[in-house]
């Protein structure tokens, strides 16, 4: 069998490296087919932060797609709950380059659900996605090389999540652990790789412009890479992105299970690279933390079943305003702080962070949100009246 080929493209403009990149590729005849692009633009950030899909990216993707003659083109993109989209798409540039380029900018969640069944599930039996699915032939994931906080690595296969419909997103992160026995893997990795089965990009371009290491896929460290990466092969793309990153793709927990799964190849020595000294380029990404750990001594952290997105929230929280959170220590001095949807025992006057909390908000301070900002949070702290009696009233 032909091995996959993977294209591995470094310079400094994202525009004429992607170009590079794609033209190294050799495309299937495009013509007459419906193309959704799907960047990563699922947060509020500047194009240049790692964060999101460099415009330039899919600007350059959309011209080389209309050089091969693709009918029509839409950019879509479902962001994380809580994120207003238009914003998103405003802040991260993608509205910018749909206006210049004519193409269609949509928010994947604001179309009806559907269901996707996963055949050979073992921890997901279908999904919802978003049926604008339907109205593409061709989808091309164009995530940023990242770090993740949960999954060690966000690439092509991870950034297909925001295909999926609305809350559904979440709902990957609070699969219960005990669903999954295999040692070594987090239920996430097992949702990612099963999702995969039925959302599996047919193009994955990479942007590794300026990537994110350590505590991605939101609060690490912006790293100037300038690579682009192209591969028909989303899993090999990924694998080699991977490996670029330092990282042995082979324990990446979701990359491994999609390789189980006959999805495509991982090891490197089994890809077929262009160019085959690909690794001169290779700068090692600080990896993202192995636990969150709140090292504050006064900081009492209750975690059942949260996601990165409120453990990341907390740390940026505390970093920020952990001097200021005197008066919401309880009677044993420590502040006591909840996140998680499988929440079940806190204390009296704990700090609720997170939608996932909801059900336990009469215990305590309830933050909403999914994730609520970090400013958010200390917001609701002031306007909250704190009584420490026997009988606390949390509410104003
Ligand atoms: S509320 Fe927090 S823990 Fe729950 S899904 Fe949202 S971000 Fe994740």
């Not at 590794?208 to 912006?222: C, D, F, I, L, Q």
């Not at 927990?253 to 020595?269: N, T």
């Not at 990341?312 to 702080?337: G, M």
Request: proline share 7%.
């Amino acid at each position: 069998m032909k091995p996959s080929l993977v294209v591995v493209s470094k310079g400094k403009s994202p525009y004429s490296t992607t170009l590079t990149a794609l033209r190294s590729f050799t495309l299937p005849n495009l013509k007459g087919k419906n193309v959704l692009i799907k960047p990563n633009a699922a947060r509020m950030a500047s194009p240049g932060d790692g964060v999101t899909t460099h415009p330039l990216v899919v600007e350059a993707t959309i011209d080389l797609l209309r050089e091969r003659g693709a009918k029509e083109m839409v950019i879509g993109e479902g962001c994380i709950f809580g994120v207003d989209a238009q914003a998103a798409f405003e802040k991260t540039g993608l509205k910018g380059v749909s206006q210049k380029k004519g193409v269609k900018l949509i928010d994947l969640d604001q179309f009806e659900p559907e269901e996707r069944i996963i055949p050979d599930g073992k921890l997901l039996k279908k999904i919802k996605v978003s049926s604008a699915l339907n109205d593409f032939d061709w989808v091309i994931s164009i995530p940023v090389m990242k770090t993740h906080m949960h999954t060690r690595v966000s690439l092509s296969i991870k950034n297909m999540k925001g295909l999926l419909w609305r809350r559904e997103k979440a709902k990957l992160h609070q699969l219960r652990s005990n669903q999954r026995t295999d040692p070594g893997y987090k239920t996430l990795d097992l949702a990612i790789s099963e999702m995969a089965t039925v959302l599996k990009p047919d193009l994955a371009i990479i942007d590794g412009m300026v990537g994110m290491e350590g505590m991605g896929p939101a609060y690490g460290r912006s790293k100037e890479m300038g690579i682009i990466i192209v591969s028909d092969h989303a899993l090999s793309a990924d694998a080699i992105a991977a490996r670029l990153m330092g990282f042995n793709p082979e324990i990446i927990p979701h990359l491994k299970l999609c390789s189980e799964r006959g999805m495509g190849e991982i090891q490197p020595q089994k890809i077929w690279i262009k160019p085959k000294d690909y690794l001169k380029w290779e700068t090692p990404f600080e990896p993202p933390p192995s636990t969150l750990s709140i090292s504050y001594p006064d900081v009492v952290l209750y975690d059942e079943g949260s996601c990165s997105g409120c453990l990341s929230t907390l740390l940026v929280f505390l970093q920020e305003y952990h001097p200021q959170l005197n008066r919401y220590h309880l009677e044993d001095k420590n502040i006591h702080i909840g996140i998680g949807k499988h929440l079940k025992t806190c204390p009296e006057g704990i700090i609720l962070v997170g939608n996932c909390t909801a059900g336990m908000k009469k215990r305590g301070i309830y933050v909403q949100g999914c994730p609520p900002v970090s400013s958010q949070i200390m917001k609701i702290l002031s306007q909250k009246k704190r009584v420490l009696s026997s009988n606390p009233s949390w509410d104003i």
